[in-house]
């Protein structure tokens, strides 16, 4: 089995499908799904289908972009949901330089207030970067996240930027770009991150890797991240299912 450890399943794409979607990939050995909300909308939705289904876990906080409606109901909303059962850590939270729907200073707040919830409630983070490499890693040392540690979704830093990260406790996490043909960064870090630090993920309905790229991405294509990343590393798919799941269940506390 896999574990996707990112989805959007709870996005508008799949509201005609969802269920056929949780069981196609079911059928393709992933299982257990990770389901993020990050607004008031996709965290209600998230909240929905995890309680619906036990096979479904959640990831709620206040994606950046969206930083400047990180409001006291919002961030009392995410508070009262880490203490659900099916909650298994904050995010995804971080900086986003690449749209500028929220200015910098507003991002970097909720991303600060957001740190401390988590070490507050003694939850893993989840961190969305983009565009803002520095700025994120600088944030995540001054607010001490090494104590929660978490995860570097859809990781897309350098391989030499590998070693600050993981000293502050957090799991890499690969997605569909690993698998495109002139993507020679991820590729790289997919062969140099520690085995026991390494994650999939879809990041569906984005990302989609090869072959389906330019497709609606589902959790059922977390397979071909997993076979990419083994061929990468000269190793068994058999053992890069089972270290990325170990190590998923170790991060999110799953049973």
Known sequence: MLIDTHTHLNSDQFDGDVEETIERARANGVSPMIVVGFDH?????AMELVEQDDDLYAVIGWHPVDSIDFDDAAYAKVERLMDHEKVVALGEIGLDYHWDTSPKDVQEAAFRKQIQLAKKKNKPIVIHNREATEDTLRILEEEDAKEVGGILHSYSMSAELLPRCLAMNFYISLG??????NAKMP???AQEVP???????TDCPYLTPTPYRGKRNEPAYVRFVAEEIAQLRGMMYADIEQATTENAKRVFRLP
Do not use: A, N, S
């Open 41 to 45: 909308k996709t965290i209600d939705r």
């Open 176 to 181: 569909g770009p690993v698998t495109f043909k």
């Open 187 to 189: 590729k790289r870090v």
């Open 195 to 201: 085995l026991d630090r390494l994650l999939v993920e």
